[in-house]
């Protein structure tokens, strides 16, 4: 079993940054690919960012060159760093994890393993 934590979400002005980390336990060296989605209420998840096996990343288009993943594996947390923030990036967001995965893409499906989420608001 995987447990996922998420942390680090709050609220920022436009342009400002927030940096949020998803703590893994169980068997953290089991999960082979991860990712963040957030989900605003009444509208599907929607996949941001993806990291692989391979350490392949994929990004939405809506923050590409503004948001970055990355994990370190000597600390078991994934990290999602997010700048130049929009009002529009105001969200719940979630950290996923799958194990013996090849590859995965910013669709939930790929994903067995989810956070509770951490909100994160952006005003104007």
């Known amino acids: 079993q995987v447990q996922l934590v998420e942390s680090g979400g709050g609220s920022v002005q436009a342009g400002g940054s927030l940096r949020l980390s998803c703590l893994v336990s169980g068997y953290p060296k089991s999960v082979d690919c991860m990712g963040w989605f957030r989900q605003v209420p009444g509208k599907e998840r929607e996949g941001i960012a993806t990291i692989d096996s391979d350490g392949n990343l994929r990004y939405a288009d809506v923050v590409k060159g503004r948001f970055t993943i990355s994990k370190d594996t000597a600390k078991n947390t994934l990290y999602l760093q997010m700048d130049s923030l929009k009002p529009t990036d105001t969200a719940m967001y979630y950290c996923?994890?799958?194990?013996?995965?090849?590859?995965?893409?910013?669709?939930?499906?790929?994903?067995?393993?989810w956070g509770q989420g951490t909100q994160v608001t952006v005003s104007p």
């Open positions: 996923a994890a799958e194990l013996s995965c090849g590859t995965v893409d910013l669709y939930d499906f790929y994903f067995t393993y």
